[in-house]
């Protein structure tokens, strides 16, 4: 593999309104980034993903982007982000924006002006279509529940396509002009120094226009139509060109919200002249041991996404480089999701983010994961702001369920549980802002705060600095980024455990989700006993030594370990 400098990546995704506030409206705003960049860069990042800062009337928090060339002024201004890539810059942090290219808001001057003239210019930047038989022009259902199509206000028969809320009408990516345009946009950003961007349902470009209905998918008679939206034959040709005329000339780094990729269409994605430096791996973004599908075997549902860890790997095969990740902006906390309430310990959590954080790839940490920050479970869906939430309690008690099995499934799994605003100390509103929140604080601040752990040197954030400062060990970084990946000891229920190896290093990671100690022959994990004794352990999750001897480890409840082996037989490939 070419070594590019992005190979480096150990990046922090930041959600702005909800970081760090500097003006009292409530809302986190640039300037709290810039304010905050000393703890980032403590952590060991080296790279940020802002999420949507473009003005926006913020129907779905900045992913319905009114005008990409300036800044919302809830955050601030040109000038805040002009100093933020420069602070950024001299922290040795790159920024990287989140282009949201396949809908616009329908607030957008463009949208505006086709709504006046669907057969103009501007029409032909969006999706209109004619209506059939009285009603959309097909079934599709929207990604975030009822019709794909929305009516155009004071036309017969009209109908405009939106895959997310109706206020986020898709862009015509079939027109070149529009495609020169986001190339134009993305240049001029680069252009201010950005290290890249995230590019938000990026998979969702290019679309199979067949009108006919397809079977429903539920009582609602409409159907979520995957093939027809998402990965699309031709999708690639939108992305090369993008590729090469917007982020190749700067050397930018790209990552797609992409999933689902097939073992044949790596090289194209993420290879070396594939469309994205990267792409998020997406295998454990189905896991939730309160999800009924589990019904709560947690063990089974750690196997698995163990097992699927290990499948997305396999499926790259070192062509490139996936982006590994446990929490982000759409999902809820990862202690909730991976860990029964009873399961949660100091042990358990700690050893979550090894489970993936040593696998091939770059990494990304979302704020607030790093102090353990958890879900806020509501009383009621009044305290829900955000709309994809309220569609899925609707969605819920469509199918049957009771108001209070919905809201139960509402807070195992919502999204607004990782948005509730960054707890920085015990002050009021924890540090976030001297105004009222735009969303209620966790009241657990006052003993779960970045302040308290700052100064505890056996706390969570401080396992967070360990984590990465091993991970960007100079001697065993690119072991990390390039070694072999070879998994181990995957029969074992519970353990989930892979080396890293290069002619440099071996470096075994091993974590256990038992809340029983457990004996392992280290034979099976090919460590012999002269490699074990000759060792150096990076890191673990238990004050005392781990327990090994005669050949055998004996795991403890939830222990993590990353150990480098040593002797004769290091570094042999
Ligand atoms: C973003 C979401 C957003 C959606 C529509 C996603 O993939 O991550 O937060 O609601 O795209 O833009």
Known sequence: MKKQWWHRTVGYQIYPKSFQDTNGDGIGDLQGVIRRLDKIAALGANVIWLCPVFPSPMVDNGYDVSDYMDIDPCFGSMEDMKELIAKAKEKGIRILMDLVANHSSDQHEWFQKALRDPYGKYGNYYV???????????????????SAWEKVPGRENLYYLHLFTKQQPDLNWENPELREEICRIIREWMELGLGGFRLDAISHLKKNYDYEDLPADGPDGLCLAFDHINNVKGLSDFLLELKEKAFAPSDALTIGEYDNMKPEDVEAV???????????????????????????????????????????????DGRGLLCNFLENHDKNRCIDRFLAKEDRNPHSIRMLPVTNFFLPGIVFLYQGQEIGMRDFPKKSMDEYVDAPTHAEYEEFLKKGLTPEEALFRINSNSREHSRTPMQWDGSENAGFTTGTPWFAVNPNYTWLNYEAQEKDPDSLLHFYRKLVSVRRRPDLEETFIYGRLIPRLQDRSGILAYERRDERNRILVVTSALSEEMRLPLAEADATEALMNESELLLDNYETAPLFEKGELTLRPWECLVIRLGGKERGTD
């Not at 209109?128 to 009822?146: D, K, L, Q, V």
């Not at 009924?292 to 499948?311: Q, V």
């Open 270 to 316: 993420i290879g070396e002249n594939g469309s994205f430096s990267s792409v998020f791996d997406f295998s454990h973004t189905h896991h939730n041991v309160y999800y009924p599908e589990w019904n709560g075997d947690t063990l089974g549902m750690f196997n698995d996404y163990r097992d699927k860890l290990f499948e997305a790997q396999k499926v790259v």
């Open 128 to 146: 209109f279509r004619e209506g059939r038989a009285g009603g959309p022009p097909n079934n599709w259902r929207s990604i975030f529940g009822g």
